[in-house]
């Protein structure tokens, strides 16, 4: 049978909670499931309001206007020491591809020719 251990957790009221646990979780975990079964509930009330909603909206927002601001100035960057960007390579790959399938599309109709005037 495993030895019970205290582990004693405050929360934000200072009350003061011993509990007896299993030696078969490692402390972390006693720890972590104590502090997630105070906070935890609150957290989640927390997040289901329309506060929350809005900070998170704008927050988002914020992070998306940020990375398009740091994407243009890496644009110009690489533009202004004539380097290719992203978009650039990106463009140039989808005009590789176009073209590999326009010669596999031309290869297979000379075949096709060749084919119907040796037979």
Known sequence: M???RNLTVGDSNNLIYTLAMAD??????RAFDAVEGTVGPRLEEMVRTEQFADAASAMSKLQNDMRRRAERTMRRTWHFWNLP????VKRMSDQITSL??????L????EDQKERSDG
């Not at 590999?100 to 599309?105: N, S, W």
């Open 100 to 105: 590999e399938r326009r010669v596999r599309d």
């Open 24 to 29: 078969d979780k490692p402390l972390w975990k």
């Open 107 to 110: 290869s297979k109709r000379l």
């Open 2 to 4: 495993a030895n019970a």
């Open 85 to 88: 960007t992203g978009s650039d």
